[in-house]
C-alpha cells in the first residue's frame, strides 16, 4: 500500500456542494506527495466504461466554488455483479490506478468496501450527501450548504406568508433523515417541524397549528421533510385543510434546489480538509476507512464500521429547541 503511484478519485450517488472542492484537495495533495491522479468520469459507471482522464494541479483550478462535481455522477447495476466488478477491477488495472478516494455517500461506501475486500485495492472514503447521515462524521459535504439553501428560500416564503396570512407547508429533502429540516426548521422559526424520525400525527400538527391561530400570528411555516411518515407536504396540506379550513394553505416543494449551488465557506473548507487526509493516510497505508470531522478534529472510522451503523439519531435537545423555539 505505501507504493501507490496512481489515485483514481470519482464521485458517485447524489451529488453534494464541496465535492469539486473535494476533488481538488484530492488532486493537489497528491501531486504535492509526487504521485499521478486519475479522474473516473461517472463514477462506478465510469470503471466498466474506462471513461478516466489524468489530472493535474491545473485540472482543479476555479471549481473550488462550484456546486455539483465536475466528474460527474452515475448509478451503475452491474457493478453489483461479479462480472462488473471484475471488468472494472480490470480497466483499473490497465490504467495504472492503485488506489482509490470515493467521495460519496451510503451506496457509493458499500460499493467501494465490497470492491476493495474483493480484489485487495485501497481505498478511502469521504462522505458526501447533504442528508447528513452517515455514522463516523458529525457534518457530511453539502449538508451545510443545503440547510442555507432551504433556511434562504423559507425567509423568503415567510415574506409572502406574513403579507397574506397564509399557513405554508414547505417540503425539504429527506427521505430517511430530518437534519435538514429539523435545523433549516429552528433557523427559519417554523412553527412545526415534521420528521422521518418522529411521527407527528395530524391532529397533534392542528393542535400547534390552532394555537399559533390564537397567538395571532402573522405568518405560519411548517417544515416537511419528504420521508414524513404522512405522506409529504401535499398531502399533509390535503388532510390540514380538511380540518382547518380558515387558512389559506400553500405549498412548495424545494426539490433538488437543495442540492446545487456555490458551496458554503464551512463545506469548502471541510472538503479540503477530508480530500488532503484521504490522501494522506491512503499513503500511509490505510485503507477500508472513512474521513469525517468529530468535533473540529478530522477522524477515521473504518468501513465495516460506518456501514454497520445504520441508525442515525437526532439530537433530542434540538428536537426540544425546536417544539420551544415555536412558541
Do not use: W
Request: glycine letters at 12%; charged letters at 25%.
Amino acid at each position: 500500500m505505501n507504493t501507490i503511484s496512481n489515485i483514481g478519485v470519482f464521485t458517485s450517488g447524489g451529488d453534494a456542494p464541496g465535492m469539486n472542492a473535494c476533488i481538488r484537495a484530492v488532486v493537489r495533495t497528491a501531486v504535492y506527495e509526487g504521485k499521478k491522479v486519475t479522474g473516473i468520469y461517472h463514477g462506478y459507471q465510469g470503471m466498466l466504461d474506462g471513461t478516466f482522464v489524468e489530472m493535474n494541479s491545473r485540472s482543479v483550478s476555479n471549481i473550488i466554488q462550484k456546486g455539483g462535481t465536475i466528474l460527474k455522477t452515475a448509478r451503475c447495476i452491474e457493478f453489483r455483479t461479479p462480472e462488473g466488478r471484475a471488468k472494472a477491477y480490470e480497466n483499473l488495472k490497465a490504467q495504472g490506478i492503485d488506489g482509490l478516494v470515493a467521495i460519496g455517500g451510503d451506496g457509493t461506501f458499500t460499493g467501494a468496501d465490497f470492491f476493495s475486500r474483493e480484489y485487495d485495492i485501497p481505498v478511502m472514503c469521504i462522505p458526501g450527501t447533504i442528508d447528513n447521515d452517515l455514522y463516523g462524521s458529525d457534518y457530511t459535504l453539502g449538508y451545510d450548504t443545503a440547510t442555507n439553501t432551504v433556511i434562504d428560500a423559507i425567509d423568503k416564503i415567510r415574506d409572502t406568508a406574513a403579507s397574506h396570512g397564509r399557513l405554508f407547508f414547505i417540503e425539504v429533502m429527506g427521505r430517511d433523515s430530518g437534519c435538514i429540516a429539523l435545523n433549516a426548521g429552528i433557523a427559519g422559526g417554523a412553527e412545526a417541524i415534521m420528521l422521518p424520525e418522529k411521527e407527528t400525527a395530524i391532529d397533534e400538527l392542528i393542535d400547534l397549528l390552532e394555537r399559533a391561530a390564537f397567538k395571532q400570528k402573522t405568518s405560519t411555516i411548517v417544515i416537511v421533510a419528504e420521508g414524513d411518515k404522512n405522506g409529504g407536504a401535499y398531502n399533509v396540506a390535503k388532510r390540514v385543510k380538511e380540518k382547518f379550513d380558515y387558512y389559506d394553505t400553500k405549498v412548495s416543494i424545494l426539490g433538488h434546489l437543495q442540492r446545487g449551488g456555490s458551496p458554503s465557506s464551512f463545506d469548502r473548507v471541510l472538503a479540503s480538509r477530508m480530500g488532503y487526509a484521504a490522501v494522506k493516510h491512503l499513503l500511509q497505508g490505510k485503507t477500508r476507512m472513512t474521513v469525517g470531522l468529530r468535533g473540529n478534529e478530522i477522524i477515521l472510522t473504518p468501513l465495516e464500521e460506518a456501514l454497520n451503523n445504520k441508525e442515525f439519531k437526532l439530537s433530542n435537545d434540538m428536537l426540544e429547541i425546536s417544539q420551544i423555539m415555536a412558541i
